[in-house]
């Protein structure tokens, strides 16, 4: 489709749903109030209108909403109706004038069949039931009173208020009959009505046509290069708006940053600085690890929006994880540039501005692989209260595999220093820079008088850092574990999508199921 084309569809879509008003404004947020709820049900329809689906299946489209809201909704699904598309929708308590735009009713009680038909014959068939709907009342909620037992106890509550009261009860059916004698009553009518003889023989019908898949005369599915595309776009869009995600954790990464370069201000090269160089990177560190899990909010509401937009097939998990890890390279580069700049000249680690560059492409890694990791615990939480959680405790594990607590050789043996220490990011993105602050500078020695200590040596004495590899070998490894929790989610997402289940049934088998 042109870019006419698709503008013409959205503009269409728009006036049908009634958001010409709110056309302009942005949703909305935690921090910014935006359209109303009633406005946000309509814009959720819109999106499932785009790809000009025959069914629409809607569960509670007006739910939470004050009547007004709910009726512009419903009217916005009958003038879907009207334009020759199937609406199915499960409400609960309609107005009237919701309940006057509905074609067909289907009532089920505890997973029974009251009624389905045409939904002003079901006036008529209470009626005939016995169980007539009072004059001035919703039928809606007169079939509810009918059939839900929920309301067997507050009957039982009215006839307690009443006698306490000297009050004379009702003498209507609703205060004589429980709830289950008027269900089952109408199930048995209903059974033997020529409301059910209509509604079998239809079925019977529609089982035994022979059917087949009706193939759209263009595909409803664009490249992948354009999903990926416009989703890097929408993503990058999204993460520029969240002020928590975006713009407050650049705060705290600057703040945080200038914190740590006034405790270790111009550390210089004496002897206490050897020490002192190890704590600085180890709090670095630390205090990244900490504000990149801050992110896990806004991960799951992507993934909020990616699986519901899976199951209607716009894209698939590859495009996801790419346009995602892509749309947050540049903020993760903005806090790795901002606060290694500020913490590395005023800490001065390093004379040498390539270690600088280096520094900065360190912390760039260790921020982008631990947010993947915290992506990827979101992804099969239940939630984003316990991906915080899981997550943090994750991350903490890692670290306490580094260099932050305890050096390389004192590690025990087993299971923290194998495997821990090889699987552990923190340990490679720390290892990387304690090697970037002590090569190619010269401490102080603990007597006065003896030669200066190169930094090299006192990786090896001091902190048990070998030197078999250089430090770009350590960054290396970081990215190598970037792409394996990249890999880790994409496979987390490709199973939860298979064991999805499977709406698409052939009427064949839709009314065995119903039968």
Known sequence: MTKAEI???????????????????????????????????????????????????????????????AF???????????????????????????????????????????????????????????????????????????????????????????????????????????????????????????????VRKKMQEIAATDYQVCQSNKSTNSSKWKQFRVLTHRSFINMYRDIGYSWLRIMFYVLSSISAGTLYLDIGYDNWAIIDRGKCVSFIYGLVACLSSGGVPFFDEELKAYY??????????????????????????????????????????????SHYVYFCINLFCFITVVESCMMFVTSFVPNAMMAVGTGVSFVVLMMMASQMFVVLPDLPKLFWRYPMSYISFAKWAIEGQYKNAMNGVEFDSAEPGEPKLKGEMILETTFGISSDHSKWWDVTVVLFQLFVYKLLLFLVLRYKKRTAPRLWLSPQVLFRKVS
């Open 72 to 198: 512009f909704v419903a009217r916005a699904l009958r003038n879907i109706a009207d334009e020759g598309r199937i609406v199915i929708c499960s409400i609960h308590q309609p107005s009237s004038e919701v309940f006057d735009l509905f074609d067909d009713l289907l009532l089920l009680s505890s997973g029974e069949t009251v009624f389905l038909g045409e939904a002003k014959m079901a006036i008529e068939f209470f009626a005939d039931s016995g169980f007539a709907c009072p004059r001035r009342r919703n039928p809606a909620d007169h079939f509810l009173r009918c059939i839900s037992l929920d309301f067997d106890s507050v009957t039982a509550t009215l006839l307690r208020s009443h006698r306490n009261s000297q009050t004379p009860a009702s003498s209507g059916f609703s205060m004589n009959m429980k709830t289950a004698e008027i269900k089952a009553t109408l199930i048995q009518s209903y059974k033997s009505s020529e409301y059910s003889c209509k």
């Open 308 to 353: 519901v937009e899976r199951l209607n097939g716009h894209y698939c998990e590859t495009v996801f994880v790419l346009a995602n890890f892509l749309s947050s390279l540049p903020f993760s580069a903005a806090n790795s540039l901002l606060s290694g700049t500020t913490i590395f000249y005023m800490v001065k680690l390093h004379p040498e501005f």
């Open 7 to 69: 503008n013409e569809v959205v503009e269409t879509i728009i006036k049908e749903m009634g958001l010409g008003e709110c056309a302009e404004n942005k949703i909305g947020n935690w921090h910014l109030r935006g359209i109303s709820s009633g406005e946000k049900k309509r814009l959720s329809i819109s999106l499932e209108m785009v790809t000009d689906p025959l069914i629409l299946l809607l569960d509670e489209p007006t739910g939470g909403l004050d009547s007004a809201s």
